[in-house]
């Protein structure tokens, strides 16, 4: 488990790096990225695992994961290294796609070895404990980014120069990936073994919980923070004196987010576990809804002071998030491999269209027939959409905890 979260956490700097730099107003115009791009780029490697995520689950029954499993993660760091190489619209999506490939087989590899390493009934304190150590990597990747393309004007050397870094330290991740599943290989998994996955009404609630939480966490709010930043700060923050890019900030704070999963997802995992999955779900939708409707209401006058505030909300948001998908991903692991390939599907569809629907309504926002109030508060139409799905979210997992009678006699 530690060496296979260790793998995936090397792996994932160079996605999260993306995440950072093609948010910002001004890194769009460098790289000539229209609005839609954006949501383009941000989405194309989750649609294309909508595919890959069935073909992973497949090939590692197959043939021998670990091998599988270290070339991806050579794969995943020529990747890196290719967005350095050509920083143009159709070869970083070609780079996203790819990118979406490798980390199907990343996720299922990494999540069928934390799952067959550790006890049934510990299985919340083990996804959080592998996701958290993944997101040590997308921490790192962020920070990178941030720093190394922090310049007052964008720069295409500090652009190359990042990426080039973290294809080279992507390398690295070969080492742990190969020893990852020693020991493991060969045996009977039990995370491969068919179970009793109940009624399909109740895995459709799982399905649409998922989908809820990927759209809104990864796709909505993550994917446009940089955006929200500029809106309520303008391209500089000025704070005693000294002059900090937007970019710099909006890697901080994803940075930040990505400290909440390495921290908070053990931590969140075991909570889940004493008081029961579904009961903890119900709590984390209801404080997650919570939050996005006081970030609705406050978007509306989106001062440099109420952003300040609002992103000490969205952190909170984060930890929401975080357990919510600790504690999902186990529920859903619990039922076995083709459960957990379709959940993570699901999450992934939800991941994929967040960012394309954001970035495509921020681009329409400006419209003749849209109100004037929405052009100058675009940040509200990402709370208010997200408020309305985390609603839904609620009512599927409230409906979950009062009905659902589990098969396996797990709460």
């Known amino acids: 488990m530690l060496l296979a979260g260790t793998a995936a956490a090397i792996a994932i700097m160079a996605d999260q790096a993306i995440y950072v730099i093609v948010q910002i107003p001004a890194w769009q115009d460098f790289l000539d990225l229209s609005l839609i791009d954006v949501g383009i780029l941000l989405s194309a490697n989750r649609f294309i695992r909508l595919l890959t995520n069935h073909w992973a689950e497949r090939l590692v029954h197959k043939v021998n994961a670990t091998a599988v499993y270290v070339g991806v993660l050579v794969l995943a760091a020529g990747v890196a290294a290719m967005y350095g190489t050509w920083p143009i619209f159709w070869m970083l999506l070609v780079g996203r796609i790819l990118w979406g490939l490798c980390w199907s087989v990343i996720r299922q590899v990494g999540v069928m070895t934390s799952m067959d390493a550790s006890h049934e009934s510990k299985t919340g304190s083990a996804m959080g404990f592998y996701s958290g150590l993944a997101r040590v990597g997308a921490v790192v990747g962020m920070l990178i980014a941030g720093w190394m393309c922090k310049g007052k004007e964008p720069q295409m050397q500090a652009f190359r120069y990042c990426f080039w870094l973290i294809g080279g330290l992507s390398l690295l991740a070969v080492i742990p990936g190969s020893l990852a599943r020693r020991g493991i290989e060969g045996h009977h998994s039990e995370f491969r073994r068919p179970r009793e996955a109940g009624s399909v009404y109740h895995k459709h609630g799982l399905l649409i919980c998922g989908f809820v939480v990927g759209f809104v966490g990864v796709g909505l709010i993550v994917s446009t923070m940089g955006f929200i930043l500029d ?160 609603l839904i979210g609620t009512y599927y997992a409230f409906d979950r905890m009062r009905r659902e009678v589990p098969a396996n006699g797990h709460a």
């Open 231 to 390: 809106h309520g700060f303008g391209n500089w923050l000025t704070i005693g004196g000294m002059v900090i890019s937007i970019t710099a900030i909006n890697g901080a704070i994803l940075a930040m987010r990505q400290g909440v999963d390495a921290a908070g997802g053990p931590i969140l995992g075991g909570i889940v576990d004493r008081m029961g999955h579904k009961r903890g779900m119900f709590m984390l939708f209801c404080i997650g809804t919570g939050i996005l409707l006081a970030g609705l209401a406050m978007s509306f006058a989106l001062t440099a002071t109420m952003t300040i505030i609002l992103v000490g909300l969205v952190m909170v948001f984060f930890v929401c998030a975080t357990g919510l998908q600790v504690t999902l991903t186990a529920e859903a692991g619990r039922h076995g491999s083709k459960v957990y390939s379709q959940f993570i599907t699901a999450s992934d569809f939800g991941a994929a269209c967040g960012p394309l629907v954001a970035w495509t309504m921020l681009d329409k926002i400006e419209a003749d027939f849209v109100p004037e109030i929405l052009k100058q508060n675009a940040p509200t139409v990402i709370f208010g959409v997200g408020t309305i799905l985390f």
